[in-house]
């Protein structure tokens, strides 16, 4: 498109990020023109979207069939990087569907490695391991850190 000198999808990258609760009514219509103009990006946002509703599946038979109807619909698509990421899903299909049998996620390890992170990348390196283990126990194992003194002392002052 930049060959052809055609910007309509320049600084567009948020617009097609964002959920519509989070967009200025200014982003919806510019969103929406790009959308009518049937460029491939907005047919992989489409298809993207539709997948969204594969989570709001009430059980797993019925995420199980809406994956297989948009898993088609992607390969009909002819979007390469979409049937790319479809058939990435349907290998870990197995695992997707497990959620509506557990409910259960990694979200809380992945605030433990986000919060690793950090640490890790404030500090520039440590010394060796025991340091950064002792780090990172100290900031992610909510321990209460204070003196009993302090504790005791507060406690009685609020009395």
């Known amino acids: 498109m930049m060959k052809r000198n055609d910007k309509r999808l320049a600084k567009s990258k948020y617009i097609w990020l ?3 609760e989070h967009m200025s009514d200014e982003a919806i219509a510019w969103r929406k023109d790009l959308l009518r103009c049937g460029l491939d990006t907005g047919r992989a946002f489409g298809l993207k979207e539709a997948f969204s509703y594969f989570w709001k599946s009430r059980d797993r038979q019925f995420a ?11 390969l ?21 569907l497990a959620w509506f049998d557990s409910r259960i996620t ?5 605030g433990y490695n986000a919060t690793i992170q950090a ?3 404030g500090a520039r390196g440590f010394r060796n391991f025991d340091n950064f283990r002792i780090v990172i126990l100290f900031y992610c194992g909510k321990l209460d850190m204070r003196p009993d003194f ?3 002392g507060s406690a009685l002052s609020a009395l």
């Open 18 to 20: 964002k959920g519509m």
């Open 64 to 74: 199980e069939a809406h994956f297989r109807v948009w898993f088609a619909e992607v």
């Open 76 to 96: 009909k698509s002819g979007l390469k990087p979409m049937i790319k990421v479809a058939k990435t899903l349907k290998r870990r299909l197995y695992g997707l």
């Open 106 to 110: 990694n979200s809380v390890t992945e």
């Open 119 to 121: 640490l890790k990348a």
């Open 150 to 152: 302090v504790r005791v």
